[in-house]
């Protein structure tokens, strides 16, 4: 390939945008999921969109950020828990329902051309366990006019709910599991594509002062052509004039 289609495709793959691979996460029906978006940039706006990262904005807007604080949300669903003003935009999504399932895109606005983070995170949501019934205490029986001091112990079953602690330890886990989307390559192909930029730019400068050099240049040698020309007309009329006397 040549270098011109080499650049060509380059700025093709730019225009239409690069989606840094996001992690896939997993969450139990009504449970509370945090899917990771992070970024190193200086404090700058973001949305969270549903599907697909657009080539601008965020499709189906679900929060917004002006870099230090939460300035558009679309429910109370929909949280930013981490530290906003560090780069740590994670969303957090209460009561995870079945419609909520699916792509969500993390779109982190970058100053500079082609420069935006985009991360796709898969979110899967699967149905609560079922609940197994608690077994039937057995009963004794004791002598009639004789109280019993037996206390029937507290059987723990799976269908106990679980402590939020463990479940956020889990769901810690799952997450770390998962790449973060902290891609160098949009950044080092937009610098690419500005240097070469630059130096057509310089060649078409270059070009176009050396033709307007050559342009002077010619202009200049026919004032002198014109003159000599003249020259010679005034010499040969004052010797007509010369012999009209004599």
């Known amino acids: 390939m040549t270098p011109r289609g080499t650049a060509l ?6 225009v239409t945008g690069l989606v840094a691979p996001g992690a896939q996460v997993t969450v139990s029906l009504n449970g509370t999921v945090v899917l990771p978006c992070q970024y190193t940039a200086e404090k700058t706006t973001m949305c969270w969109g549903r599907g697909g990262c657009p080539n601008s904005k965020c499709n189906n807007e679900i929060i917004w950020t002006d870099g230090r604080k939460v300035t558009w949300q679309k429910s109370n669903r ?18 995870a329902t079945k419609e909520d ?38 009963s004794f029986h004791t002598t009639r006019g004789h109280k019993s001091s037996y206390v029937t112990p507290k059987i723990t079953t799976s269908a106990d709910p679980v402590p939020s602690i ?13 790449p ?9 192909i937009a610098s690419v594509v500005i240097i070469i930029i630059i130096l057509i730019s310089l060649t078409a400068l270059l070009f176009t002062y050396r033709y307007c050099k050559r342009r002077n240049k ?17 010499e040969n009329q004052t010797e007509q004039n010369i012999y009209m006397i004599n």
């Open 9 to 14: 495709c380059i700025l093709v793959l730019l």
């Open 78 to 95: 929909y949280q930013l828990l981490g530290n906003i003003s560090q780069g740590d935009v994670s969303l957090t999504i209460t009561g």
């Open 101 to 138: 399932e699916g792509t969500y895109c993390c779109r982190v606005e970058i100053i500079g051309p082609f420069n935006d983070q985009k991360t796709e995170v898969e979110l899967k949501i699967q149905d609560a366990a079922p609940k197994t019934p608690e077994p039937t205490p057995k």
């Open 166 to 178: 463990v479940k956020r330890v889990s769901q810690d886990i799952l997450i770390e599991g998962t």
């Open 180 to 188: 973060m989307a902290n891609n160098p390559l949009p950044h080092i």
């Open 218 to 234: 010619e202009s200049s040698r026919n004032p002198a052509t014109i003159s000599l020309e003249g020259l010679e007309r005034t």
